[in-house]
Structure formats: C-alpha cells, structure tokens
C-alpha cells in the first residue's frame, strides 16, 4: 500500500511579516500543490511529527519524544485553534509499539499543540480535525536535546508499526530549516520568564501573549532589514541537509552534534528532527521516490523555508 511524505518548514511570521509579492507567490503555488497531492492521495491516517515553541511543553517535564492519544491546538499567531481528530486507541497502540521498539516516547491525553502542528494541517486540509491524526511532539528547543540518531531510531520506531496497519498513511514533519527567532533559553531567563518556562506559560494572558507576537514580529522585521541582529540563515546547510534526506543518508547525519548545528545553522534548525524522524519512518515501510523538492531562504519568516513530498510502495 502507498505511503506518502511531506516535509514542510513553518513560520509564525506567515501574514505578519510577508516576503515580497513574487516571493509570497511563489510559496503559495508550493503549498497548493502539496494541497493538492494530499487530497489526491486522501490519507486514512496522518501521522505529524512538530516541535513546539513553550506553548505546550515546558522544563517542569519536558520530555524528548511525545505521542498525543488527544490533542487541540491553542490557535497561536492567528493559526487555526481547537481539537485534532485523534484516534486514540490507535495512537496508544502506537505508544506501545514505539516503547516496545526501545525508543522511550512519553504519552499525552491532553496535547496542547501550537502553530507548529496546526500550520501544515491548516494549509494542507484546511482545518485541524479533518483527518484522524496522531501528533507526535519532538523537542527541539529546550536543552538537553535529543540527537538526530535518536529521531531517526524514533520515526523507524514508528514505520515498524505503521507497516503492520492495513491503512493510507500520510507523514508529515513540521520545522525548521536554518533559523533563530528569539526564543527564551533557562539559562539567561529573568525570574519571570523562567517561572514561564517551567510551566506557567501553559496559559498566558491575552496581553502578554500578545506581547511575545509582536517581540517575534519586530525581530523579523528588524531581521530583514538587518540579517547580522539574529543568526543568520544558511542556505547551503538546509540544501545539504535535504539532499541527505532525499537520498535515505539519515544515517550519516548521526555524528553530527547538537551543539555543532547550533553554531552552524541556529538553534531552532533542530526542529529539522521532525523531518528526520518523517523520512525515517518512511525508509523502514519500502523504497521511496521524492516528486517534489523546494527551496528559498526567507527572512521575513526567519526562516530556510522548504519542502519535500515522497511516495513508497510497500513491498
């Protein structure tokens, strides 16, 4: 049975911050495509691999891994808010294959997801619950990290499971590429921002979470203007990495360290473990051709902004 993947970048700056006419164009024609493919394809199931940003998970337990058996997304920077189609018995099936598989994955019954997951449902199917999906939550933000080794070990994981379902399954990785918006770190947090970080940003007022779009939307903007006021983007990286990805040599991205990437590409390029756990479970379910490949880098979003689509046939 035919598997598909997507990968795709996000960006909260999407309608707030926007490239060029030209620019902006250019990736809407992309999205459509992918739109379009998706609904040719017509998935059973999706199985969505996303970071999160603070909004969900927070150091008082910040796992590496998450499988959401529930979920609902909480509609930040104006992306879709409200419940994903989670079928729950599956994804705790899935829970267990992937433990069972010795990749340690904790296990959420009320997922709180932000635009990281709900941005590829929302331009892919137009809404959050209009398949069943199951969210699987990689950190890629709050050290310690996880290492690629780990997310590919962890998307393999789930392929060996998926291969036994006798369903269309639509993969889907969500993040990266190059970038470095001014997300808050424990270490150089003031007292208050740490108390969010530990866990009291789970709910924030309106006003301050207002506050943090617009310090995200400023920064973009002074970013564009200045490219040296925040990491700056690495284009030849992100056209590494998804060459690697496209040709199934994860494994050859295993020595590479977390701290390394940083200082290479930016601390928010690891949200490009979705994209490795994806490609992942992908390789371990048959062979694979990839049909569709694009590329920009785009400061207004802070971001390596890319994709990828591949197909495999099971054996």
């Known amino acids: 049975m035919t598997t598909m993947l997507h990968c795709m970048s996000h960006s909260p700056l999407v309608g707030h911050v926007d490239p060029e006419p030209a620019v902006l164009a250019e ?5 459509a495509a992918a739109r379009a493919a998706v609904a040719e394809f017509d998935p059973d199931l999706v199985v969505l691999f996303a970071p999160d940003h603070y909004n969900g998970f927070f150091y008082d337990l910040m796992p590496s891994f998450c499988i959401g058996t529930e979920a609902y997304a909480i509609g930040d920077f104006g992306t ?3 419940d994903l189609q989670v079928p729950q018995a599956l ?3 899935l829970a267990a294959a992937v433990l069972e598989d010795g990749v340690d994955a904790a296990v959420s019954y009320r ?3 932000d ?15 209009t398949k069943p999906v199951i969210p699987i939550f990689i950190n890629s933000v709050a050290t310690p990290l996880p290492s690629f080794q780990r997310a590919r070990l962890l998307g393999e994981a ?16 969500s993040g990266g590429l190059s970038h470095q918006p001014p997300v808050p770190e424990l270490a150089t947090a003031n007292e208050h921002l740490q108390d969010r970080l530990k866990g009291s940003g789970r709910h924030l007022p309106a006003e301050e979470r207002e506050a943090r779009t617009q310090r995200v939307i400023q920064a973009a903007r002074r970013f564009v203007e200045d490219q ?5 983007l690495h284009p030849q990286w992100d056209e590494f990495f998804m060459t690697q990805l496209a040709e199934n040599r ?11 990437l940083s200082v290479l590409a930016g601390k928010s390029t690891h949200e490009v473990k979705a994209w490795v756990s994806a490609f992942a479970a992908l390789s371990v379910m048959g062979e694979f051709k990839v049909t569709a490949r694009y590329y920009r880098p785009i400061p207004e979003w802070i971001a390596g902004f890319g994709a990828l689509t591949a197909y495999t046939e099971e054996a």
Do not use: C, W, Y
Request: charged share 20%.
């Open 228 to 232: 040296t006021s925040l990491h700056p």
């Open 115 to 129: 635009h990281g997951f709900a941005q590829p449902l929302e331009e892919l199917f137009g809404g959050l619950d």
């Open 111 to 113: 997922m709180q997801l």
């Open 158 to 173: 789930v392929g060996r499971f998926l291969k036994g379902l006798n369903q269309k399954v639509l993969i889907l990785g």
């Open 80 to 82: 879709m808010a409200g």
């Open 250 to 260: 994860l494994q050859e991205l295993d020595g590479m360290k977390n701290a390394e």
């Open 27 to 31: 990736v809407e024609q992309m999205i």
């Open 91 to 93: 994804a705790e099936a």
